[in-house]
């Protein structure tokens, strides 16, 4: 596997366990449909949590949760709508970004929750 698959999939495991921590209830990881992913869906209180986690070595570029932009946004608006849809889910739906720094043995782990809403365009 290559080594920035390698970070991801830590990253995500981590995410997991954070929110395993803070009461969430993982429904599904890595949830594909097509080419549409979803890398973390919980419930949280009358939530449903769609989580995109984004894992980097440095933030010398920027700040992890920076990467998710309105492209992977729509995609993941998409996505979501396809498993509430399959899954006939009547809870409320929010949008979470989870990001993770790793460097060296030290983690940085940052939980946006709402961190962005479905648009009509």
């Known amino acids: 596997m290559a080594e920035h698959n390698e970070l991801g999939t830590k990253g995500e495991e981590l995410a997991k366990n954070f929110l395993i921590n803070k009461g969430y209830k ?3 990881t890595n949830w594909r449909l097509g080419s549409y ?3 973390i869906i919980a419930s949280f209180k009358s939530f ?3 989580a995109e986690v984004k894992t980097r070595s440095s933030n010398s570029f920027g700040e992890p949760e920076e990467f998710v932009n309105k492209q992977k946004q729509k995609k993941l608006i998409k996505a979501a709508s396809a498993y509430v849809c399959r899954n006939k889910i009547e809870n409320e739906v929010r949008f ?3 990001s993770v720094l790793i460097y060296g043995n030290n983690v940085k782990i940052n939980h946006l929750e709402d961190a962005f809403y ?3 365009n």
């Open 26 to 28: 993982i429904l599904e």
């Open 96 to 98: 979470d970004i989870i």
């Open 37 to 39: 992913e979803i890398d």
């Open 48 to 50: 449903i949590i769609i």
């Open 118 to 120: 479905p648009t009509l």
